[in-house]
């Protein structure tokens, strides 16, 4: 698991050589996306707020992410300036992962749009992006959680067909080396001259792209047809719609 070495005031330095940029690393916090947020807010520079537990995790659309101690990667990383809009690079953080996790012998991971990241057709990852503006480039708070170690009880009832972690999916991932690997991919998709090949990335590994689908806003239906293409911004092409946000199912 090994994610606690961080406490190490050693091991955290010689990490925050490697990745540029400092570690916060915390036992236990209500969100390391509000700590990553309120860090942007006084002008941090670059960071991830790393921590085993999270008391009051945040989902997307205002739902809660819920981790048993110590049994998932919870991470924000602060950028500076935002290296995109928030909705795209929550997008492109789902090629980011994959990668990652393809590096660690997870091979094959599929992106659900906007943002899920699935292994054997179950949600394993996923991620959110906040964006502030400072007259500067401003910043972006890019917050990623990834099921490593859970059982398949540590899932809520409802989502114990939809949601999986590495484990149930049968492999063996250390959280420290996926940190280490995810954040040197997250630079990778930050780098504007790999922006085409990210997205290009993306749509191969789409489970929605060619596919009869629905897209829910709020609880109502945004949008319905063939998921066509993404658009340069993360956009959905549904039809002749674009959508920007929702949950989208195959009908
Ligand atoms: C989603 O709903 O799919 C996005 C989940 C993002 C969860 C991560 S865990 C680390 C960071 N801190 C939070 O409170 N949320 C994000």
């Known amino acids: 698991m090994r994610l606690a070495l961080l406490a190490i005031p050693a091991v955290r330095s010689a990490l925050e050589l490697e990745l540029g940029r400092a570690i916060e690393y915390h036992a236990s916090l209500p969100s390391t996306q509000d700590r ?4 942007a807010g006084s002008g941090a520079p670059p960071l991830v707020v790393v921590a085993e537990e ?3 995790g945040r989902g997307t659309h205002g739902r809660s992410w819920l ?7 919870l991470a924000s990383w602060l950028f500076r300036p935002a290296p995109a809009e928030p909705a795209l690079f929550a997008l492109l953080a789902g090629v980011a992962v994959a990668r990652a996790l393809d590096a660690l012998g997870v091979t094959g991971a599929r992106l659900k749009w906007p943002n899920d990241v699935e292994v054997g057709q179950k949600k394993v990852a996923g991620a959110l992006a906040h964006a502030t503006t400072d007259g500067e480039g401003g910043s972006l708070v890019l917050g990623i959680g990834v099921n490593v170690h859970q059982r398949r009880d540590d899932f809520p009832p409802d989502l114990r067909e939809s949601a ?11 959280r420290l080396p996926l940190l280490v690997r995810l954040t040197s991919e997250l630079d990778r998709v930050a780098d504007r001259s790999q922006r085409r090949a990210a997205l290009d990335e993306w749509r191969r590994r789409a489970t929605v792209l060619g596919q009869q689908v629905e897209v829910l806003r709020e609880g109502r239906t ?4 063939i998921a066509r293409d993404i658009a340069e911004d993360g956009a959905l092409i549904v039809g002749d719609e674009r959508v920007l946000a929702g949950d989208v199912r195959l009908l």
Do not use: N
């Open 36 to 39: 990553a947020r309120e860090l």
């Open 54 to 56: 999270q008391t009051d």
């Open 67 to 73: 981790a048993p101690a110590r049994a998932g990667l």
């Open 164 to 174: 999986t972690s590495l484990a149930l999916a049968g492999h063996t991932v250390d």
């Open 222 to 225: 945004a949008a319905r047809g």
